[in-house]
C-alpha cells in the first residue's frame, strides 16, 4: 500500500478464497462460545479493545494520516471518535436485549416473551475511504451482539484495519471472533456472499454498483441479511441489523402450580 503521495508504506497480503474459507471456518467456531459469554464479559472486553487502542492513538494517527493524507490533528481525531465508538458499544451489550426484545400481550393462560439473537457470521466489506472508523462502526455492533466476523479491509488503504487486528488480539478476544483480511473486494467478496455459512454480509464498502448486485444476488441464494452500500442509522438500527427474533410461550398455568409468582 502508498500514501497519496506515491510513498511505499507497507506490503499488505491478497487474500485468496482459501483465506477466506478459513476465515469463516474460524468464525463459525469461535461464534457460539462467544455469543454463549454473558453481555457484561462481552461488553468488558469491548472496553478492554477501546484502552488498548487509546494507548497506541499516536501510531493509529500516524498511520491513519499516511494512509489517507489527512492532517495529524484529523487523523487523530478520527482515532478519537474509533475509541468513543467502542465505547459506545460496549455500553449497548447488557442493555440492547431488553430495548429490542420484551413481553408480548397476549389473549390466554400463558406468557409470552421475545428476545433478540445473533445471527452467526457476518462478513463485512468495510468502507473504502474511511479505512478505520468505518470499519470499526461495522465490525463493533457485529460483535457486541454476539455475532463473528469476517471483515475484508479497504483495498488501497488496508494499514489501520491489520493493526487493529493486533489490538483485538490483546484485548482478551477470543480467537476467531473478528478475522481480518486484506485484499480486493472484488475477488474475495463473491466468495463471502455465496459462502452458506455466512449468515449476513454487509455492503456498505463495495463502491461498483455493478458488483454490489451481483453481491446481493448471490447472497439471496443462502437467504443472508444483506446492509445495502450507502445505508446509515442509528446505534440501535445496526445492533437490530444483525439480530433475530425468538419468540417463547410458557403456561401461565404451569408456572401458578409449581409455586411460581405472576
Known amino acids: 500500500m502508498s500514501s497519496p503521495d506515491g510513498t511505499e508504506l507497507a506490503n499488505a497480503a491478497l487474500a485468496s478464497r482459501k483465506d477466506g474459507r ?49 492532517e495529524a490533528g484529523a487523523a487523530l481525531g478520527t482515532v478519537e471518535a474509533a475509541i468513543d465508538r467502542l465505547v459506545h458499544y460496549a455500553g449497548w451489550t447488557d442493555k440492547y436485549t431488553s430495548v429490542l426484545g420484551g413481553a408480548n400481550p397476549v389473549a390466554g393462560p400463558y406468557f409470552n416473551h421475545t428476545t433478540p439473537e445473533p445471527l452467526g457470521v457476518i462478513a463485512v466489506i468495510a468502507p473504502q475511504d474511511d479505512p478505520f472508523l468505518g470499519l470499526i462502526e461495522a465490525v463493533a455492533p457485529a460483535i457486541a451482539t454476539g455475532n463473528t466476523v469476517v471483515v475484508l479491509a479497504s483495498e488501497s488503504k488496508p494499514l489501520p484495519a491489520l493493526s487493529f487486528g493486533e489490538v483485538l ?27 452458506a455459512d455466512v449468515n449476513g454480509i454487509d455492503l456498505s464498502g463495495v463502491a461498483d454498483a455493478a458488483l454490489a448486485s451481483d453481491l446481493e444476488a448471490a447472497a439471496a441464494e443462502t437467504l443472508k441479511v444483506v446492509r445495502r452500500p450507502g445505508r446509515s442509522g442509528s446505534s440501535l438500527d445496526l445492533l437490530r441489523q444483525w439480530t433475530e427474533y425468538k419468540t417463547v410461550w410458557h403456561p401461565a398455568g404451569m408456572a401458578a402450580t409449581a409455586g411460581g409468582g405472576y
Open 22 to 70: 478459513d476465515a469463516v471456518a474460524a468464525a463459525r467456531k469461535a461464534q457460539r462460545p462467544w455469543a454463549g459469554q454473558t453481555a457484561y464479559l462481552r461488553g468488558q472486553i469491548l472496553y478492554r479493545a477501546a484502552e488498548m487502542l487509546e494507548g497506541r492513538a499516536g501510531q493509529f494517527a500516524e498511520e491513519l494520516a499516511d494512509a489517507t493524507g489527512a
Open 169 to 195: 488480539a490483546t484485548s482478551d478476544l477470543p480467537g476467531g471472533v473478528v478475522n481480518v483480511l486484506s485484499g480486493r473486494a472484488a475477488e474475495v467478496a463473491p466468495h463471502l456472499a455465496a459462502h
